[in-house]
Nanobody
Framework: QVQLVESGGGLVQAGGSLRLSCAASGRVFSIYTMYTMAWFRQAPGEEREFVAAIRWSGGSTYYADSVKGRFTISRDNAKNTVYLQMNSLKPEDTAGYYC?????????????????WGQGTQVTVSS
């Protein structure tokens, strides 16, 4: 089993920045065999949508078109942590942000690919 804990959310004005963190813990074997970690977000009344993903080995990254050029996903293998640096935030970025992880290959932007989820952290961007 793997546990994911997000932090770093908050209230920020449009144009500002936030950095989210997702710390993974659990059996050492589980963490080291992780295939992909990702960030999703969900606004009230909306479906959960893909934001960004990173391959644990190799570090390839993928982004939703809506955040490309503004958000950066990265990882620190030594700390078993994934980050989401969010710059030039817009009111439409307001949502609960969720960290996700999977041991298996699959469609990185599909929620069904991921077996582990964090509890979420709220990001609110004021205009």
């Amino acid at each position: 089993q793997v546990q994911l804990v997000e932090s770093g959310g908050g209230l920020v004005q449009a144009g500002g920045s936030l950095r989210l963190s997702c710390a993974a813990s659990g059996r050492v074997f589980s963490i080291y065999t992780m295939y992909t970690m990702a960030w999703f977000r969900q606004a009230p009344g909306e479906e959960r949508e893909f934001v960004a993903a990173i391959r644990w080995s190799g570090g390839s990254t993928y982004y939703a078109d809506s955040v490309k050029g503004r958000f950066t996903i990265s990882r620190d293998n030594a700390k078993n942590t994934v980050y989401l640096q969010m710059n030039s935030l817009k009111p439409e970025d307001t949502a609960g942000y969720y960290c996700a992880a999977t041991h298996y290959s699959g469609t990185y932007f599909d929620t069904g690919t991921y077996g582990y989820w964090g509890q979420g952290t709220q990001v609110t961007v004021s205009s």
